[in-house]
């Protein structure tokens, strides 16, 4: 399984480092000996890592000859 560092792990889930480190010393998070995190163990605690969609609007542009 993949694993993350403390730093890969916040941009994934958009969360602050300190609240991946808060919850590693209460037990809810464990590293592993390379002090990275397993992806399978931030999803049992963060939930699925939500993915960034990309906006495809369309976007009316007035030109300068409209008028």
Do not use: C, H, W
């Not at 730093?7 to 592993?32: D, F, W």
């Amino acid at each position: 399984m993949k694993t993350l560092t403390v730093l890969e792990l916040s941009k994934l889930y958009n969360i602050n480092r300190q609240t991946i480190y808060n919850n590693i010393k209460k037990g809810i998070l464990s590293k592993n000996s390379e002090n990275k995190i397993d992806l399978a163990e931030a999803i049992r605690v963060f939930g699925e890592p939500v993915k960034k969609q990309d906006v495809k609007e369309s976007v009316k542009i007035d030109s300068p000859n409209s008028a």
